[in-house]
């Protein structure tokens, strides 16, 4: 039997929770079609997060995709269809990637990291168009791109590290008119491998200790700067994320297993901390920053 899991109108990171909340309770080994034919928005966040959804899968996923023209093709330009053919039994109409235009606010078409030489690529392919709309569109610092690179860097790093298993970085720009109203450049990269717990479990010598579980492993990792790496400088990747977003009034935001943990600035109004979220493998992370607004 197939179980249909429903894709809500529009997808993002809160919205994506309804997702996992049906996916969760479907085993792993039996069929789900994931029915996004009414969805007519996503956010580089929902997009790879449903390509982590095959990826958490050990029986492979059905996939209907939007019936909204505009919406399938956009979600072509922006390269999704290229990696769920990969991993999803397509159903329906499948839409002819085509070149994106000189206009389109996809920065970085979802690309696939699983090796460190997957992350040097996707920072060479940002660079350039990154100045262009650090700089000149969102109104920010030009010494901003080169941290802006430093922060995709790592944020991609963490796949090769900790996950175990490939992963999804796509990066775009639009109007966050609902928070913001403003416009934004957002970074999502998410997995379905070992996730924050897991990975620092298997540092050498550790113990467990009375409070330990997914939010205490997010608390370490971004709070206290712990890695499972016993390198000097090891482990400052994120406190680096966390300095570059402060710095740009940006939000950051980490889901791994049953917490998301989250650096929210004064225009938003998230949880910091959520726990007892539907248990969900890996670790899903969006970095929001937002247009700098000049006075006069």
């Known amino acids: 039997m197939t179980t249909v899991i429903t894709v ?16 969760v309770a479907v085993s792993p080994d039996q069929k789900i079609l994931v029915d996004a034919r009414h969805t007519r928005w996503a956010s580089p966040y929902g997009l790879t997060g449903l ?12 996939f209907a995709g939007p019936e909204e023209e505009n919406t399938a093709s956009y979600w072509a330009r922006a390269g999704f269809y290229r990696h769920a053919a990969e991993l999803y039994e397509l159903h329906g109409r499948v839409p002819r990637a085509r ?13 696939e990291v699983s090796r460190s030489d997957d992350v040097h690529t996707v920072v060479e392919r940002i660079q350039s168009r990154a100045q ?46 609902q928070r913001l109203g403003r416009r934004a450049v957002v970074i999502a990269v998410c997995d ?14 550790w113990k467990p200790r009375d409070r330990w579980d997914d939010a205490a492993a997010l608390e370490d990792a971004l709070v206290r700067g712990v890695s499972r790496y016993r390198d000097p ?34 225009w938003d109004d998230a949880v910091p901390l959520l726990e007892g979220l539907p248990h969900f493998p890996g670790a899903q ?10 006075s006069g």
């Open 51 to 62: 390509l982590t959804v095959a990826q958490s899968r050990a029986e492979r996923a059905a």
């Open 192 to 205: 379905a491998g070992l996730g924050f717990r897991r990975s620092l479990e298997s540092t050498p010598g």
């Open 233 to 266: 400088g090891r482990g400052q990747g994120l406190a680096g994320v966390r300095r570059f977003v402060g710095k740009w009034d940006g939000k950051l935001s980490i889901r791994s297993g049953t917490a998301r943990i989250a650096i929210v600035p004064a």
């Open 99 to 111: 070149e994106a235009q000189a206009e389109s606010n996809v920065l970085l078409e979802i690309t």
């Open 285 to 294: 992370v969006q970095i929001t920053i937002p247009e700098r607004v000049t």
């Open 132 to 177: 262009a709309i650090l700089v000149h569109e969102l109104n920010l610092d030009p010494q901003a791109t080169m941290r802006f690179a430093m922060t995709l860097s790592e944020v991609c790093q963490n796949i090769v590290e900790h996950a175990g298993q490939g992963g999804w970085v796509a990066v775009q720009t639009y109007n966050y008119r």
């Open 8 to 23: 809500p109108p529009s997808l993002d990171d809160e919205t994506f929770e309804q997702v996992l909340e049906q996916v």
